[in-house]
């Protein structure tokens, strides 16, 4: 095994990916992430040409990581590569919306309020759930919307699963 095949099989595990313009480029997958919108996006770094510069002045191409994300739908795992060690962020059972319960001073004033994930209004005991349910609870009139995140703008034009049944 040379130094390339041996830098490259610690590095990895690596991961085709299908670029904007449709190249394709191997890259070493690093972390899945899910973002507030529900999609997944791969986290990668690319092993790009970097210029490296010797004490005496001489030059060398080396490879340098950079880091970029890419939809996980342009992504094609590679045959013998292990991903089971990729960590997952964003993944709890693919819960984005919050939850809180909140304190009743009457009967009829709410009891739960729906926030997006990353809210900063969050407070008091809270639940995460999934957009499923984040719909369905909002359909129902069981939750009110958060003023300040505004989660009904987000989910607005998600079909509801009760349209569905």
Do not use: F, N
Not at 31 to 49: F, H, K, M, N, V
Not at 136 to 162: I, K, M, N, Q, Y
């Amino acid at each position: 095994m040379d130094a390339e095949e041996e830098w490259r099989s610690k590095a990895g595990p690596w991961v085709r990916a299908t670029l904007p313009d449709g190249q394709e480029l191997d890259v070493i997958l690093t972390q899945w992430t899910r973002t507030p919108d529900g999609s997944w996006w791969a986290e990668c770094e690319a092993i790009l040409p970097a210029r490296y510069e010797h004490g005496d002045g001489r030059t060398q191409v080396t490879g340098a990581p950079t880091p970029i994300s890419v939809p996980s739908d342009r992504i094609t795992p590679i045959p013998g590569e292990d991903y089971s060690g990729v960590p997952v962020d964003g993944a709890i059972a693919g819960r984005q919306w919050v939850v809180e319960r909140l304190h009743q001073y009457v009967e009829d004033d709410p009891s739960r309020r729906l926030h997006r994930r990353d809210c900063w209004q969050v407070g008091g005991e809270h639940e995460r759930i999934t957009t499923e349910d984040a719909i369905d609870r909002l359909a129902r009139e069981t939750v009110v919307r958060c003023d300040v995140c505004r989660p009904d703008r987000a989910l607005h034009g998600w079909p509801s699963p009760r349209a569905a049944t």
